[in-house]
């Protein structure tokens, strides 16, 4: 996809930009390539600075929301999550062309936008910043798609070889108490329970924070009341930390060698077993399938479609994530584009290109 966009605050005639990104997924820690594309327009412009950003469609009320070093960015309902400049002060002559290659990193916790070929509704974008004549304008974010790193497949290939089904992958503000969260952001995963925990629990909520050395899991059970759309929950630290029931530490490293089936599934037992949860089934199980449809993934543009990406989860597409011998050796890792770069990219960088 191209976007165009006559740049409105900067003036009738103004530059028009486009974006091109490399065709292709990414995973999180990885980059991706393109370039922003500058038309002049009916007269020269003398430009301030060009720059990209990364947006997350998260519903954060009017204003954006606080949190720790200031007032969350927000256009449109977009949250920059980070930024590249690419260029400083230039002229862009009248009808001159001009394009930028650049490289961006994409941070580790960046939400996943796909899950075994299904729409997960986050709604991720690359866009420019151009600044001249004292204002800012930006273009349409480019759609930017996020797959799993192998990390994240074996642990929800087990929840779906175990039976638990997928609602929504929300986009939420707040911060895992305790862990190395960096993003004001995380995507947390609301799935059904599978049919052996059906009488203990009546949701799981599911959280992975990547990282370059390996990944955080978040578990939280019997998490009331998140299913009904509207925006997602405000600011604030959630509960746990490092050792808590439903905390765990996993590594990029060795995953063919583990059972993550009986691995995730000791997770969900004590889990369950530390909540003393034992919550007889009620009509509640049978409206979630009819409530869900309806429900709004925070950021997506339309809403999640319950029933398609529950077969995701709970049936054979997804169980194709479990099979980690079809990874190879995963020391492959280490060659991912961009993957152990990524540690070092700051939120701001000048473009060498």
Known sequence: ??????????????????????????????????????????????IEHLALELVARVETGPGGEEHEGGVIEEHEGGVVFDRLRLSGGFRLD???????????HIPWETPLTELSGQPLG???????????????????????IVRPLPVQEAVLGALGRLG???????????????????????????????????????EIA?????????????????KRGRLSPGPSTSHKHLPGGPGAPGR???????????????????????????????????????????????ATAAGAVGGVVAAGLGDAL????????????????????QHLEGLRDAEGAGPEEEHQG
Request: hydrophobic residues 40%; neutral net charge.
């Open 1 to 46: 996809m191209v976007f165009k966009r006559v740049l409105g605050s900067l003036g009738v005639g103004g530059p028009v930009v486009d974006t091109v990104l490399d065709r292709g997924p990414v995973r999180p820690g990885g980059v991706v390539r393109g370039q922003v594309r500058l038309r002049g327009g009916g007269s020269g412009c003398d």
């Open 94 to 104: 009248a009808r001159e062309h001009r394009d930028v290659p650049f490289t961006i």
């Open 122 to 144: 986050a709604d991720l974008g690359v866009r420019a910043e151009l600044a001249a004549r004292g204002a800012k304008d930006h273009g349409d974010p480019e759609q930017l």
């Open 164 to 202: 638990f089904g997928l609602i929504a992958a929300d986009l939420r503000l707040g911060r895992i108490a305790g862990s190395g969260q960096k993003l004001p952001f995380h995507q947390e995963f609301e799935l059904t329970p599978a049919p052996r925990y059906i009488h203990d629990v009546n």
């Open 206 to 222: 599911l959280t992975l924070l990547t990282g370059p050395d390996g990944m955080e899991v978040a578990l939280e059970a019997d």
């Open 248 to 294: 765990h530490t996993v590594s990029h490293e060795g995953l063919e060698h583990r059972d993550w089936t009986g691995e995730v599934d000791s997770w969900i037992r004590a889990l369950i077993q530390a909540r003393g949860a034992r919550t007889a089934p009620t009509a509640r199980t049978g409206a979630v399938a009819a409530g869900v449809a309806g």
């Open 314 to 333: 709970g049936t054979g597409k997804l169980e194709k994530l479990g099979n980690l011998g079809k990874l190879g050796n995963l020391q492959r890792l």
